[in-house]
């Protein structure tokens, strides 16, 4: 069974450690920018975890440069 669903969680901080300790078992696409604890959350679950860029930020640049 495939089961697909969005989460917005906040933690007390931007440390990879908390989350990866918010994440769990999670195994999936995480949304978010280019915050180094995503990047290094994602490499360190290769397979498990893929990173997802924010398309926020991308239309941002796409606007910036017209």
Do not use: K
Request: charged share 20%.
């Amino acid at each position: 069974m495939t089961v697909s669903g969005v989460a917005y969680r906040f933690t007390s901080g931007r440390a990879s450690a908390l989350l990866r300790d918010e994440l769990g078992d999670f195994s999936g696409t995480l949304d978010g920018d280019g915050l180094g604890a995503n990047c290094a959350t994602a490499e360190r679950s290769p397979g498990e975890i893929t990173l997802g860029g924010c398309w926020a930020h991308t239309t941002r640049m796409f606007r910036d440069a017209a």
